[in-house]
């Protein structure tokens, strides 16, 4: 079972569409967790943590579920902008190493 | 912000050659990372180092080495390139202090290699 699963879509919806992902992870001890977005041959860059109690950073809302393990996002009113692969990631590691595991990301396709 | 820089974008070699990828960062980061990323694959974890001089395998470390004598350089060597190391190498660098920003890693631009 992969660490960190997510399904990679593509999902395409029309502009002004709300579209939500999904991630699982496996280790009930993680303890950060972040979403990430990768457009086109660029690299990764944060979109927003993911905190306990649920957060919203204008159109984007991230929710995590300890219990079930799993994390989501929601964009609402979708942009043609958005278009652009969501990586989740989580970091379990104990220690300070800083180390992270990325999933291997949603495609999404916003149309006109 | 934030910068992590990539000495280039795009390099060609040829199999059999010693590849250095090189890795700066500027916000005095104590963690450094090395990933490849493939079609279908995601990102895959190379080597990653938490301080000076040290060093840690990832997920895939055959085929490469690094090197970090520098808090702010972390190097990324392929000891004799091959074809199946062709790929997009993404250079990464992350705090460990307490608070929010705690482990977010922040990517170079990114290397496309091609060996030939």
């Known amino acids: 079972r992969k660490e960190v699963e997510q399904d990679p879509g593509p999902f395409n919806v029309p502009e002004g569409a709300t579209v939500a992902f999904n991630c699982t992870y496996s280790?009930?001890?993680?303890?950060?967790f972040f979403w990430y977005r990768q457009d086109c041959r660029k690299e990764p860059k944060l979109l927003m943590s993911?905190?306990?109690s649920g957060n919203e950073d204008g159109r984007f809302t991230a929710q995590l579920n300890r219990a079930s393990q799993y994390i989501s996002l929601l964009i609402r009113d979708s942009k043609l902008s958005d278009s652009a692969t969501y990586l989740c990631v989580v970091n379990d590691e104990p220690g300070n190493t800083g180390k992270l595991i990325f999933g291997q990301g949603t495609t999404l396709q916003v149309k006109p | 912000d934030v910068k992590v820089t990539q000495s280039s974008r795009y390099l060609v070699k040829r199999t059999g050659e010693k590849v250095f990828l090189e890795c700066v960062q500027d916000?005095?980061?104590?963690?450094m990372f090395w990933y490849r990323q493939d079609p279908g694959l995601g990102l895959r974890l190379i080597y990653f180092?938490?301080?000076?001089?040290?060093?840690e395998k990832g997920d895939i470390p055959e085929g490469y080495s690094v090197s970090r004598e520098k808090k702010e350089r972390f190097s990324l060597i392929l000891e004799s390139a091959s074809t199946n190391q062709t790929s997009m190498y993404l250079c990464a660098s992350s705090s460990i202090t307490r608070g929010v920003g705690k482990n977010i890693q922040y990517f170079g631009a990114g290397t496309r290699l091609s060996v030939l």
């Open positions: 993911v905190y306990s």
């Open positions: 916000m005095d980061h104590e963690n």
């Open positions: 280790n009930s001890a993680s303890q950060s």
């Open positions: 180092s938490y301080d000076v001089k040290m060093k």
